[in-house]
């Protein structure tokens, strides 16, 4: 097998050696071929995740469980918290006490209607990007745990600002990233309309 060299789109989180020696296929030679593979892993996974079961997504088990579905054909690491510090997220070992912590928080929101619905959702996949728990994938994780939470709660999705759990245009991965930063100081109300465009 060539070295794969892999492309990280802005504001992704680059993969340290040992985490990208943990690639499962030893035919994945590019980017698209590496690509092609985890969108297949992503759909089945996210078939699974939003058959109309109504899965409690509020606990460290389904999270683990989601991350292992969407990329275990693709990453040995699939479904485990990163054994690393990134430049963003929870420190390693603040990782599982930081989820509980959200979930619990989520919980709590939602049966006590603190905020709309679209903030709960928006701050849901805000906390879950902020932890950072695994290696890769912390994005699209944190977008389908939020459709399971909201279709579990008869709410209707987010439109993610017309893109999908693949990927973007640079202008809309740009202006994700900007809302994101905006969040992490307290105002979610450009993240809400992101979500929601």
């Excluded at 469980?65 to 699939?78: E, G, Q």
């Excluded at 008869?154 to 740009?174: A, H, I, K, N, Q």
């Amino acid at each position: 097998m060539s070295k794969l060299i892999i492309e990280y789109p802005h504001g992704a989180t680059p993969l340290d050696p040992n985490e990208i020696n943990g690639l499962i296929p030893d035919y994945i030679n590019t980017q698209g071929e590496l690509n092609a593979l985890e969108r297949e892993n992503i759909l089945d996974a996210a078939k699974w995740a939003l058959s109309g079961k109504n899965h409690d997504c509020l606990n460290a088990s389904f999270c683990f469980d989601l991350h292992k579905r969407m990329f275990s054909k693709v990453w040995k690491w699939a479904g485990k918290t990163r054994g690393t510090d990134k430049n963003i997220g929870a420190p390693k070992e603040q990782i599982l006490p930081k989820l509980k912590l959200l979930f619990d928080d989520t919980d709590f929101w939602i049966k006590n209607e603190t905020y709309q619905f679209d903030e709960i959702g928006a701050r849901f996949h805000h906390g879950l990007v902020s932890i950072h728990a695994f290696a890769n994938g912390n994005g699209r994780h944190a977008r389908l745990m939020t459709e399971v939470l909201q279709t579990a709660s008869g709410e209707t999705p987010f439109s993610w600002g017309r893109s999908d759990l693949f990927g973007s245009g640079p202008d809309v991965r740009t202006e994700y990233i900007r809302s994101l930063k905006l969040a992490d100081k307290g105002d979610f109300s450009s993240l809400i309309q992101f979500v929601k465009s």
